[in-house]
Structure formats: C-alpha cells, structure tokens
C-alpha cells in the first residue's frame, strides 16, 4: 500500500527560529494538503496544492507559512518565526483527485520551546 | 459550507458490547463523509468512507456506518468492541463542487472511545 512519508516525526525549535516540515506525497497523486492538530483540539485544513500552486488556505495559513515543491517528490512546510502556537502535530495527505482518495502521513509534532 | 458535528467528545462501553459513535454533518452539495481513527501518538488511519455509493458502507475493523441524508447523520458502529479499538474517531466531510475541488476536508472535534475490561 503506497503511503505518505513525513519526515522528521518529532522536531523540537526555539521560538523565532525556522523550521521545515518534509513530506513525499504518493507519486502518482496531484493534490497535496497540509493539515494542523493543536494537542487537544481538531484537525484543521492549513493549504491545499496543485499545479505547483496553492489551491486554497485557511486562515490559519498566514505569511509566516509558505509551501513549496521543490523537486518532482517533496512536498514542504515552512514556518519562517515559530511561535510558542505553532506547536502541534502537522499532518500531510495527498490525493489523486481533489478531496477523493486522502491519504494522510503519520505526522510530524512540532514543538516549539 | 460544510460543518461536522460530533455529538459526544467522550464514549465509554465495555468489551464486547456495541460502539456507537454519533456524527451530524451539513454540506451544500453531495458530500463524501469519512470516518478515521487516531491512535495515541500515531496518524490518521481511514477506517471507512461513503462517496454515494451504497449508504451502509462497511469498513476496516468491523465498524460500519450509515449515510442518512433525511437526518443528515453518518453514525459509526461495531456489534462489539475490543481493547485495541480505544483511540479517538473523527467524522469528516468534504464538499465536491467547491473550490475547484481542492478546498480540503472539514474535521468534527473528535470523540475518545474508551474500553472498559
């Protein structure tokens, strides 16, 4: 079963610094999404991707996030200033199709001290 | 729009008895629904979905889930459940016809199912 590999799967980072969230995405898929689980709270939708654009963000996604797909299999997030906030469990999915077909990583938790 | 509404954030059975968790959702178009499973410390497993197929759609584990449009509900169920099923259920919905259809999945809060010996 192909999956969705996210890497690493915990980060500690002081606050101020950057930080980069790596995902390969499943290698015939074309939508890509980032998603944020505050400990305690539910999954939110961060930024969808597509054509090496995004496709839609909420309105947690604000100019400390970026996303990039820098070769033909990554697939990042970037928080430029961690924030104490930040810390939560971030979660990468792709799919084939626009919301069809989700697969989701196994996260990375982000800490932010 | 599209919202999900779990109605409990916490259920306890016993062992072998039935789990049922309750899920309402809203949607201006046909909605997927979804069901997945968490896992201390682990990611988002998908345990079933329905996408307007047949509306009992069966998934991993033994649990099921029934798609009732006239009561807007998409419920979660196993005849009977085991300790390994303790872990924490989110309903999921997507619109189709929305965004270009890249507009993400919208998560319920969430219920911890818990398993009492």
């Known amino acids: ?113 | 729009a599209q919202s999900v509404t779990q109605l409990d954030s916490h259920v306890s059975v016993s062992e072998g008895t039935p789990v049922l968790l309750r899920c309402n959702y809203s949607s201006s178009y046909s909605p997927s629904l979804f069901w997945y499973v968490q896992h201390p410390n682990k990611g988002l497993q998908l345990l079933l979905k329905y996408t307007s197929a047949a509306t009992l759609v069966k998934g991993i584990n033994g649990f099921e889930a029934e798609f009732k449009k006239s009561e807007t509900s998409f419920h979660l169920t196993k005849p009977s459940a085991h300790m390994s099923d303790a872990a924490e259920y989110f309903c999921v919905v997507s619109d189709y016809g929305t965004g270009g259809g890249a507009d993400g999945l919208t998560f319920g809060k969430g219920t911890h199912l818990i398993i009492q010996p």
Request: charged share 20%; aromatic share 14%; proline share 4%.
């Open chain 1, 1 to 113: 079963e192909p999956e969705v590999t996210q890497t690493p799967s915990h980060q500690v980072t002081q606050m101020g610094q950057e930080v980069i969230l790596r995902c390969v995405p499943i290698s015939n898929h074309l939508y890509f999404y980032w998603y944020r689980q505050i400990l305690g709270q539910k999954v939110e939708f961060l930024v969808s991707f597509y054509n090496n654009e995004i496709s839609e963000k909420s309105e947690i996604f604000d100019d400390q996030f970026s996303v990039e797909r820098p070769d033909g299999s990554n697939f990042t997030l970037k928080i430029r200033s961690t924030k104490l906030e930040d810390s939560a469990m971030y979660f990468c999915a792709s799919t084939p199709q626009g919301n069809y077909g989700y697969t989701f990583g196994s996260g990375t938790r982000l800490t932010v001290v």
